[in-house]
T-cell receptor
Framework: SAVISQKPSRDICQRGTSLTIQCQVD?????MFWYRQQPGQSLTLIAT?????????ESGFVIDKFPISRPNLTFSTLTVSNMSPEDSSIYLC????????????FGPGTRLLVL | LAKTTQPISMDSYEGQEVNITCSHN???????ITWYQQFPSQGPRFIIQ???TKVTNEVASLFIPADRKSSTLSLPRVSLSDTAVYYC???????????FGQGTELSVKP
């Protein structure tokens, strides 16, 4: 298994500002994933972050709005840029199991409220 | 990826067996069926995965008929702590990413 931590755990931000969310894993992993979970909704995949290459974004998500860094095999950041109230969500990172990539471990999430 | 359909919500009582059925009519030969559990204010947690017939672990059982167009997650003797949202996913090894459906919100009452 993998242990994942995220910072901050929650934040309240003003519209127009940006917030960077950190994701730290206790082991080296090739792929990391970022998800968004809007209030009362299921999880939506934002992007896949691979170390040493540009992140791959899902339909509806763009790099200018959600820039991602992946400086090494245990760490990644997601920035929510120029925030609006519609960005209020829980943001989660996840990593696949080393042996069974179909299985993923999730971080505790970052709860963001934009006023 | 095959779309999944599952009940939006279910109610149960402590000690009962709960069965949550998921439909995935367009499942492909290479797809696996995976279930995740999410408690409030936590990230999802892997429960069980299967390809065909029956899989059992310490948490649940997963029943998959021969045509694989549906699957049933079985939780034996639920307790209040099993109150959570349960997600059924059909997973092909497409770079490891997971596509979540709506999920079933299970409420266990005393």
């Amino acid at each position: 298994s993998a242990v994942i931590s995220q910072k901050p755990s929650r934040d309240i931000c003003q519209r127009g500002t940006s917030l960077t969310i950190q994701c730290q894993v206790d082991s080296q992993v090739t792929m990391m994933f970022w998800y968004r979970q809007q209030p009362g909704q299921s999880l939506t995949l934002i992007a896949t972050a691979n170390q040493g290459s540009e992140a791959t974004y899902e339909s509806g998500f763009v790099i200018d709005k959600f820039p991602i860094s992946r400086p090494n095999l245990t760490f990644s950041t997601l920035t929510v840029s120029n925030m609006s109230p519609e960005d209020s969500s829980i943001y989660l990172c996840s990593v696949p199991d080393r042996a069974f990539v179909e299985t993923q471990y999730f971080g505790p999430g970052t709860r963001l409220l934009v006023l | 990826l095959a779309k999944t359909t599952q009940p939006i919500s279910m109610d149960s009582y402590e000690g009962q067996e709960v069965n949550i059925t998921c439909s995935h009519n367009n499942i492909a030969t290479n797809d696996y069926i995976t279930w995740y559990q999410q408690f409030p204010s936590q990230g999802p947690r892997f429960i069980i995965q299967g390809y065909k017939t029956k899989v059992t672990n310490e948490v649940a059982s997963l029943f998959i008929p021969a045509d694989r167009k549906s699957s049933t997650l079985s939780l034996p003797r639920v307790s209040l702590s099993d109150t959570a949202v349960y997600y059924c996913l059909v997973k092909r090894n497409q770079g490891g990413k997971l596509i979540f459906g709506q999920g079933t919100e299970l409420s266990v009452k005393p």
